[in-house]
């Protein structure tokens, strides 16, 4: 945690004159480059779209500190930039960017510290409130860096209050420190999504500052996208996809209960890629169907065949990511049903995955399929359950057996209350409802002894098992007493080559 925390002093000043705000097409071309505006351009983050998993950050940072607004705000040449936003009062245009010189944010920007107003005076406001103040009336403010993953302050986490307050306590500041972070994770999947979509070497990069490259650049653009359907199509006709598979364990005794398969492409060139590398082409593209329908097949003649011979593997279920275009698909039911009649699975051996943008596009459509698939039997999850943008609005709807933590709440829940307390919720959300509870990401013995503690019965993670391919997996479902994921004389797949 960090203990730099600024306060300002108190100066009273004049309403700021109503100016235009420049806007990110408008930089001087003499405009010095800086390592924060080349982080800050890198990411392409200005004048997006709102995205769900920043906007549910904000919405949490607000319910946590009590606050009548909050915003993920990025500092430019001349502007303040929000990327997410969330107000319990008004909306006013002003709100989304406004000039940066003497803002809050641009002094947090500056000191890469923390700044706390806990009382702006109605006649004795400090110089700089970080939005304009005469829409708002706000009194209260705080705000704490964002940084990119090389520790460059990009912009700021920042809350405000229509009330004064006292000055935060230590939990509160790391409370926010962590949402911070959680922001930082996200806008480094962010680049890493746009890399391997579209990759480019610095040495591209800083070529491409010139017209003359931009124009080529812009002109090959549209015929590099990889991969194209033709080349996906062509991985699956070679049997280029496999299945990895990752164990789902009980907490207490490592006993494995369930198993994730995550798709990996053995490419002949590339070598091993990752889901991200093509999965987002393939559901642009309508390849994700048929890569979806191989996946869904593959592994339940896999969890069949690992249960000939080996009656102990009876209640073992292996899951399956859906994607949106799977899970809108017509007689996605009736293609379930026929596929464990032709592999002589029972339903309770398949779990099926969503995670929440899979679903809300079309509540009353995500109703009747989640009917449909619960009549048949099978186990429904919600992946990375905590990180959309409704997940307790519509959670009491969805028929789901189990909700899946996220990964990110896990990570940070030994270090402070306030994550602590997001799983401790979680998980009695779950008890409530009447669902079992998967924790993802668990990599230490911390974590794994606290959820114990806390009554979640099952997780899954680098503690316990990385994503196996097919024959090593098989080595640990060999034995019913295989436990994993306690000491060194457990059988280990981290030593599995």
Not at 104 to 122: C, R, S, W
């Amino acid at each position: 945690m960090s203990d730099a925390v600024h306060k300002l002093s108190f100066e009273p000043f004049g309403e700021a004159e109503s100016a235009p705000v420049p806007t990110g097409r408008e930089y001087p071309v003499d405009q010095p480059d800086t390592p924060w505006l080349e982080s800050l351009h890198r990411l392409e983050i200005l004048d997006t779209e709102p995205e769900e998993r920043l906007d549910a950050i904000v919405r949490m940072a607000a319910a946590q500190m009590h606050a009548d607004l909050a915003s993920i705000d990025f500092v430019d040449i001349h502007r303040v930039w929000s990327k997410s936003i969330w107000n319990s009062r008004l909306f006013h245009p002003q709100l989304r960017q406004f000039p940066r010189e003497n803002s809050f944010a641009e002094q947090i920007v500056q000191t890469g510290a923390m700044l706390l107003v806990p009382d702006m005076q109605a006649d004795h406001r400090p110089h700089g409130f970080y939005r304009p103040d005469a829409v708002l009336q706000m009194r209260f403010f705080a705000g704490v860096p964002i940084q990119c993953s090389n520790g460059i302050t990009l912009g700021a986490l920042c809350l405000a209050g229509a009330e004064p307050r006292a000055a935060l306590t230590q939990e509160e500041i790391l409370a926010l420190e962590n949402l911070a972070s959680l922001i930082t994770d996200q806008l480094e999947l962010r680049s890493l999504r746009a890399v391997t979509q579209n990759p480019i070497t610095q040495n591209q990069a800083t070529e491409a500052r010139s017209p003359d490259v931009q124009r080529t650049t812009t002109a090959l653009a549209a015929s590099e996208v990889w991969p194209t359907p033709e080349e996906l199509q062509f991985a699956l006709d070679r049997e280029q996809f496999v299945l990895f598979y990752q164990p789902e364990v009980e907490i207490a005794t490592g006993r494995i209960v369930g198993l994730e398969a995550l798709i990996r492409w053995k490419h002949p060139r590339r070598g091993l890629l990752a889901p991200q590398n093509f999965i987002p082409h393939a559901e642009e593209n309508g390849m994700i169907l048929p890569i979806g329908d191989w996946g869904l097949a593959h592994a339940c003649r896999q969890l069949q065949t690992w249960k000939k011979d080996r009656p102990w593997l009876e209640s073992l279920r292996v899951c399956v990511n859906l994607s949106a275009r799977q899970f809108t698909r017509h007689g996605l039911a009736d293609q379930i049903e026929s596929l464990l009649s032709s592999t002589g699975l029972r339903a309770h051996h398949l779990g099926l995955e969503m995670t929440e943008s899979t679903l809300i596009p079309s509540i009353g459509t995500t109703v009747s399929v989640l009917n449909s698939l619960q009549r048949l039997g099978v186990s429904l999850h919600m992946d990375d359950f905590g990180t959309g943008y409704s997940s307790l609005s519509h959670l009491h709807r969805f028929p789901f057996d189990v909700l899946k933590v996220d990964r990110s709440f896990v990570k940070r829940m030994t270090m402070g209350t306030q994550p602590l307390q997001i799983v401790k919720t979680i998980l009695e959300l779950a008890r409530v409802l009447g669902m079992d509870v998967v924790a993802e990401g668990i990599e230490t013995e911390e974590q794994r002894a606290l959820l114990h503690k806390l009554g979640c019965r099952f997780g899954q993670g680098y503690l316990f098992s990385p994503p196996l391919p097919a024959d090593a997996l098989e080595q640990l479902l060999e034995s019913p007493e295989t436990r994993i994921g306690f000491t060194t004389k457990d059988v280990s797949p981290l030593s599995i080559s």
